[in-house]
């Protein structure tokens, strides 16, 4: 973190709570965005924010910064959240998502919101762009990182894999990868299904060249730990195979595809208030 100590793992816990009442409140307000996305990736977002970026929310274009590209852009809510957080617009501003002319839009847009390195939403690209950034970055001779999220039902497209053999074949060492692994897409599959949107991803990505390294995208040692080995990895992308639950923190939308992208009415956001209210 740019000018604050490491905020420590209960403080993350409390961080990652709010950013998950300002989702699902900021979906409400808005009467439209995803839910059940942007829940499974607060950790790793929090970790990200908090703890893994080389970032300054006061000087969100600061030429040294490490980049990060969201990939799954239809969890942009869970990223304005957390950006939200540490500073980089005021959290009041999350109750204007989504709507025509605010700064956060239903996916998100380098052209209009600070500290966003990539547009996204038309999934399978953001690992590509990833790949020219950290390539740009090792020409020009800079330290900075750059991590891409995806998600595992993304992980069907087929850019996704020409990326992968892109990364490991320049031995990409500075770019990170994170799969978003909820098993859980837009439409029909129930949760556990007989075929998750990707199945055995740690063998593809491993066969593909990259260093893989599998954990529990909840836990925050996990997630912080992951980090610190990708960073002592030369010569290969490493990717962080993160297992989550879609819909994380609220009983009736866990693991459920029906809340992909669901607005809550009054009663069930009184509901998972209460449930967040209580998580530790
Ligand atoms: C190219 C493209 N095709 C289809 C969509 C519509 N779409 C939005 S989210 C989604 C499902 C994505 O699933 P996953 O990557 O697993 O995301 P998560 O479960 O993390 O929300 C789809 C098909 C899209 N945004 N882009």
């Not at 829940?39 to 490490?66: G, M």
């Not at 950034?133 to 087929?158: F, H, N, P, S, W």
């Not at 990326?163 to 799969?179: E, G, P």
């Not at 208030?273 to 998580?279: G, H, N």
Request: proline share 5%.
């Amino acid at each position: 973190m740019i000018g604050s100590a490491f905020p420590g793992n209960s403080d993350l816990t409390e961080i990652a709570r709010n950013v998950r009442i300002n989702i699902i409140r900021s979906v409400h307000h808005a009467k439209g965005g995803h839910l059940g996305g942007p829940f499974s990736a607060v950790e790793l977002l929090v970790s990200l924010y908090f703890h893994e970026l080389r970032i300054d929310p006061q000087n969100p274009s600061w030429e040294e910064r490490d980049r990060f590209i969201l990939s799954k852009g239809h969890s942009a809510i869970g990223l304005y959240a957390v950006m939200a957080e540490r500073g980089f617009f005021p959290k009041e501003e999350l109750m204007t998502f989504d709507a025509i002319d605010s700064r956060l839009q239903g996916h998100p847009d380098m052209t209009k919101t600070p500290g966003i390195d990539m547009s996204s939403g038309s999934l399978g690209q953001g690992l590509s762009a990833g790949i020219g950034i950290a390539l740009g970055a090792r020409m020009l001779g800079k330290d900075c990182r750059t991590y891409v999220m995806i998600g595992d039902g993304e992980a069907q497209e087929g850019q996704i894999w020409e990326a992968a053999f892109i990364a490991s074949r320049y031995k990409l060492d500075n770019l990170v990868a994170i799969l978003d692994n909820n098993k859980v897409q837009q439409f029909g599959w129930q949760y556990p299904m007989p075929l998750p949107p990707i199945d055995h991803p740690a063998q593809k990505f491993e066969a593909f060249g990259w260093n893989v390294i599998e954990i529990n995208g909840h836990d925050f040692k996990e997630i912080l730990d992951a980090f610190a080995a990708a960073k002592k990895v030369k010569g290969k992308p490493t990717i962080i195979i993160a297992n989550t639950i879609k819909g994380k923190g609220i009983s009736f939308a866990e693991g459920k595809y029906q809340w992909h992208a669901r607005v809550p009415n009054d009663e069930e956001l009184a509901q998972a208030l209460v449930e967040l209210e209580k998580a530790g």
